[in-house]
Structures are given as C-alpha cells and as structure tokens.
C-alpha cells in the first residue's frame, strides 16, 4: 500500500508559480514511477509529466518548458515545479504512484486545486 498526499495547490496570477509536492508513505517509493495528472472541469484527467524510478521525465507538449517533475527518494517525495502558469493550466492536481508491476499497484492521491487567474 502506498499513501500520497499533495500539497502546494493555490491561486496564482498568469505568468506565476507554484510548486506542487506529493508525499507518500508505506511502501518502497523509489520503485514506483511517479505521475501527475490534472483535471479540468468537465473535462478528462490528462497526464502532465511522469518520472521513473530512473529519473527519466516525460511532459506533455502543453507544459514542456514550463513544468519540471523530479524526485527525492530520500524525503520519498515527488515535485511539480510549475511556471509561466497560464489560466489554461487551471485543474485539479493529482499524484499518482505506479509500480513496476500490477503486483505493486497502482495509487492516487486526494488532488489539489491549482487556480490560475488575474
């Protein structure tokens, strides 16, 4: 079982920052690779940008150059460091740990709101 709890959410004006964090708990962190999705309202949770156990980073075309996903095995915990945030960007937020095999699962954090507005 692994537990993931984000944080960092908030209201920003365009053009602006924030940082996402998503801690998680009880099991082996560093064999999961790890994911963060948004959802817009009315609309379908889409993947923003994945790490590996490796540290391999994959973004999707809307956020490359403005997002960047890492890691800290150590504080086993996974960052979005978002800028330039545009409006666009407005979602909620989720992390999610998915391990090298089904037998490791697959899991979800609760989400956190990112609001991007003048």
């Known amino acids: 079982q692994v537990q993931l709890v984000e944080s960092g959410g908030g209201l920003v004006q365009p053009g602006g920052s924030l940082r996402l964090s998503c801690a998680a708990s009880?099991?082996?962190?560093?064999?999961?690779?790890m994911v963060w999705y948004r959802q817009a309202p009315g609309k379908q949770r889409k993947l923003v940008a994945a790490?590996?156990?490796?540290?391999?980073?994959d973004y999707t075309d809307s956020v490359k150059g403005r997002f960047t996903i890492s890691r800290d095995n150590a504080k086993n915990t996974v960052y979005l460091q978002m800028n330039s945030l545009e409006p666009e960007d407005t979602a909620v937020y989720y992390c999610?740990?998915?391990?090298?095999?089904?037998?490791?699962?697959?899991?979800w954090g609760q989400g956190t709101q990112v609001t991007v507005s003048s």
């Open positions: 009880g099991s082996i962190f560093s064999i999961y690779t």
């Open positions: 999610n740990a998915m391990g090298p095999t089904t037998a490791w699962g697959d899991y």
């Open positions: 790490i590996t156990s490796g540290g391999t980073t």
